[in-house]
Antibody
Framework: EVQLVESGGGLVKPGSSLKLSCVAS????????MHWIRQAPKKGLEWIAL????????YYADSVKGRFTISRDNSKNTLYLEMNSLRSEDTAMYYC????????WGQGVMVTVSS | DVVMTQTPVSLPVSLGGQASISCRSS???????????LHWYLQKPGQSPQLLIY???NRFSGVPDRFSGSGSGTDFTLKISRVEPEDLGDYYC??????????FGSGTKLEIK
C-alpha cells in the first residue's frame, strides 16, 4: 500500500524558516517524480514544486521560487521542502504527491505563518 | 501559464442523479508526445485530494465506473452518474502538460440539492 506521511509543520513567525518532510512507503520511491502542493484555508489547490526521480530537475511556482527548495534522499525514501523567508500568505496545508499524475497524496501538514 | 477555467463553482445534485463538471484550458493540453495530461481529483471534506481520472479518461484504481472523463484539446468534462453520498466534496482538474507551473482549476463543490 502506498503511503506518504508529511511532517515538520507548525506555527512560525514571518521571516522564519521551516523544513517539511514526506516519508514514502509501499513503492519504489527512487523511480518517481514527486510534488509539493499547498492549500490555503478555505481555498483551492496550488502546485508549488516538482523534483524528478533522480533530482536532475526541479521546478517551482513563481510564488515560492527563490525562497523554497525541494530535495529528496532516495536512500531514506524521503522528500523535503525547505521553506525560507516565510510570509503570512504561505499559511496553508502542504501535501506531497507521487508521480506525474499525482496518483497518491499524503494527509498533509499544516504551516501557519503569523506574528 | 496555462489557465484552467472550471465550471460550475457549485453543483447541487440529487442523490441518484447525474453531474457534469467542465474544465477548459487556455491552450491545448496535447503534449508533443501525443498524450494529454489532464486529470481529475476529488477532495472529500476533511481529507486530502484523491485521483479519480488521469489523462482525460482513465479511471484510477478503485474508482467506480460511475465516474467518466472525456474531452480533447482545451475542453474537458467529468461526468458522475448515479450520484451517491460519498461523491460529495470538491472536484478539481489539473493540467501537467505545460510546466512549470502545473495548474489546477479553481474547484467545483458537489452538494446535495
Amino acid at each position: 500500500e502506498v503511503q506518504l506521511v508529511e511532517s515538520g509543520g507548525g506555527l512560525v513567525k514571518p521571516g522564519s524558516s521551516l523544513k517539511l518532510s514526506c516519508v514514502a512507503s509501499g513503492f519504489t520511491f527512487s523511480s518517481y517524480g514527486m510534488h509539493w502542493i499547498r492549500q490555503a484555508p478555505k481555498k483551492g489547490l496550488e502546485w508549488i514544486a516538482l523534483i524528478y526521480y533522480d533530482s536532475s530537475n526541479k521546478y517551482y511556482a513563481d510564488s515560492v521560487k527563490g525562497r523554497f527548495t525541494i530535495s529528496r534522499d532516495n536512500s531514506k525514501n524521503t522528500l523535503y521542502l525547505e521553506m525560507n523567508s516565510l510570509r503570512s500568505e504561505d499559511t496553508a496545508m502542504y501535501y506531497c504527491a507521487k508521480n506525474w499524475e499525482l496518483h497518491y497524496w499524503g494527509q498533509g501538514v499544516m504551516v501557519t505563518v503569523s506574528s | 501559464d496555462v489557465v484552467m477555467t472550471q465550471t460550475p463553482v457549485s453543483l447541487p445534485v440529487s442523490l441518484g442523479g447525474q453531474a457534469s463538471i467542465s474544465c477548459r484550458s487556455s491552450q491545448s493540453l496535447v503534449h508533443s508526445n501525443g498524450n494529454t495530461y489532464l486529470h481529475w481529483y476529488l477532495q472529500k471534506p476533511g481529507q486530502s485530494p484523491q485521483l479519480l481520472i488521469y489523462r482525460v479518461s482513465n479511471r484510477f484504481s478503485g474508482v467506480p465506473d460511475r465516474f467518466s472523463g472525456s474531452g480533447s484539446g482545451t475542453d474537458f468534462t467529468l461526468k458522475i452518474s448515479r450520484v451517491e453520498p460519498e461523491d460529495l466534496g470538491d472536484y478539481y482538474c489539473l493540467q501537467s502538460t505545460h510546466f512549470p507551473p502545473l495548474t489546477f482549476g479553481s474547484g467545483t463543490k458537489l452538494e446535495i440539492k
